[in-house]
Structures are given as C-alpha cells and as structure tokens.
C-alpha cells in the first residue's frame, strides 16, 4: 500500500512539474494588434475597438492544436497577427487557411485542432481594416 501511495505521489508530482503537457498556448492579453496578409499590414491601435480586440485574444488564448506538423505554412494565404500589450509584444501568431501555424516563441510549425476559428475571424478583421 505504501509502494502505491509513493507512485501516486511521485505521479502527481511530475504532472504538477511538467505541467500535463495539454498543447494549448501561453494566455496573453492585449490592448491592440497589428495585422496583415500577404505583403499588407494593418496596424490597429486606435482603429479597432476594444470588444474586437478582446474578441481576437479570446480565440488566440483557446487555440489548442494536435502537436507538431512537418507541413508548411501557405504563406499567400497566412495571416499574422502582433498582439500588444502595454507596448510590449504580448503575442505573436502566424496561420494559414488550412490551421497550420506557429508562434513568437517557436520556429516549429503546429495543427491547429479544427473547431477554432480564429483564421475567419483574424480574416473578417482584417478585410474590416482594409476597407477603413
């Protein structure tokens, strides 16, 4: 019984460490966002609201993708995406039509899981800055 409380422990411990591992990125804030696709970029400070703002990192912070992929990014149809906070980059997001994206902290390319829509709404955002 002692050996199976010890791994018990020793378990929980290593998950508490490790952190489970759950491929879900690092939560940012922001107060605005720059962003482009293809060779256009939009800067947002002062022309997107606050609630589009909010909006945008709510669907960055619940990005959660299946792991690691050796596809590469369709960069003619990647958005980008400079979150800022506090004049500093809070987050940085580049991310194809097809999920595959990467982050400001990695230079490997990840799959985004399928019921995250943060491409058509970064999309839809950007044709909305476009047109001002």
Not at 57 to 64: D, R
Not at 90 to 106: A, E, N, Q, T
Not at 115 to 120: G, L
């Amino acid at each position: 019984m002692k050996k199976l409380l010890l791994m018990f422990i020793l378990l929980f411990a290593f998950l508490v460490v490790s952190g489970c591992n759950n491929n879900s990125v690092n939560q940012i804030k922001a107060d605005y966002f720059d962003i482009g696709f293809g060779q256009s970029v939009y800067e947002g400070y002062n022309k997107v609201d606050e609630e589009t703002v909010q909006t945008l990192v709510k669907a960055y912070n619940q990005i959660e993708y299946r792991g690691q992929t050796n596809q590469q990014i369709n960069y003619e149809k990647a958005i980008t995406i400079k979150f800022i906070y506090n004049d500093q980059i809070s987050g940085f997001l580049v991310i194809d039509d097809k999920g595959v994206f990467h982050l400001r902290d990695s230079s490997k390319n990840y799959q985004i899981e399928p019921n995250n829509n943060i491409y058509e709404q970064a999309m839809e955002i950007y044709n909305d800055l476009k047109k001002q």
